[in-house]
T-cell receptor, first 114, second 113 residues
Framework: ETGVTQSPTHLIKTRGQQVTLRCSSQ?????VSWYQQALGQGPQFIFQ???????GRGNFPPRFSGLQFPNYSSELNVNALELDDSALYLC?????????????FGPGTRLLVL | GENVEQHPSTLSVQEGDSAVIKCTYSDSASNYFPWYKQELGKGPQLIID?????GEKKDQRIAVTLNKTAKHFSLHITETQPEDSAVYFCAARRNFGNEKLTFGTGTRLTIIP
């Protein structure tokens, strides 16, 4: 186990609703990255947070937003849900201390949008 | 941006034989290449990684080779066991900027007992 936890494990929402997913990073890690993994595909980078600030964003619309808290845990918020948002959402934590280290993934949150 | 291609998409191997998965990348600025194993219902688990200053790295039955000139890297699993059955992803990361990993499309490895 990596020590990265995510909640909830599963979630069902309807189109147009909003959702918040949560991630607790591994102890000692100050960087959290979020990925979206559609069925049968590799994870796609959404964005990254380092010391409570967004530090890079992938090709996702502004309705995908996030936060990182002083304890380095993080939230992913998605507004105006669309059917295509159905996916496994993964967070990964790492420790940046001048040298970028390995990312360790949590178990993911499976989101189904109906 | 970076593009990572992975082959094959599926691979069946007799137990005890070797398995090889290959990836190519497009961005010459990439310098870190991890491999992840993903079992059903779980998040990706790091199994081995390699940085661009070495050409090969081995950890027991698993090895990774890197050819920076050709921009390709490969995962080798020897003496395969049923518990090696999973989906394997390669990834690449640039040597500057943020932590973004660009993943391949995955290889479903099945070990036949």
């Amino acid at each position: 186990e990596t020590g990265v936890t995510q909640s909830p494990t599963h979630l069902i929402k309807t189109r147009g609703q909003q959702v918040t997913l949560r991630c607790s990073s591994q102890s000692g890690h100050n960087t959290v990255s979020w990925y979206q993994q559609a069925l049968g595909q590799g994870p796609q980078f959404i964005f990254q947070y380092y010391r409570e600030e967004e530090n890079g964003r992938g090709n996702f619309p502004p309705r995908f937003s996030g936060l990182q808290f002083p304890n380095y845990s993080s939230e992913l918020n998605v507004n105006a849900l669309e059917l295509d948002d159905s996916a496994l959402y993964l967070c990964a934590s790492s420790s940046y201390t001048g040298v970028r280290e390995t990312q360790y993934f949590g178990p993911g949150t499976r989101l189904l949008v109906l | 941006g970076e593009n990572v291609e992975q082959h094959p998409s599926t691979l069946s191997v007799q137990e005890g034989d070797s398995a090889v998965i290959k990836c190519t990348y497009s961005d010459s600025a990439s310098n870190y290449f991890p491999w992840y194993k993903q079992e059903l219902g779980k998040g990706p688990q790091l199994i081995i990684d390699i940085r661009s200053n070495v050409g090969e790295k081995k950890d027991q039955r698993i090895a990774v080779t890197l050819n920076k000139t050709a921009k390709h890297f490969s995962l080798h699993i020897t003496e395969t066991q049923p518990e090696d059955s999973a989906v394997y992803f390669c990834a690449a990361r640039r040597n500057f900027g943020n932590e973004k990993l660009t993943f391949g499309t995955g290889t479903r490895l099945t070990i036949i007992p």
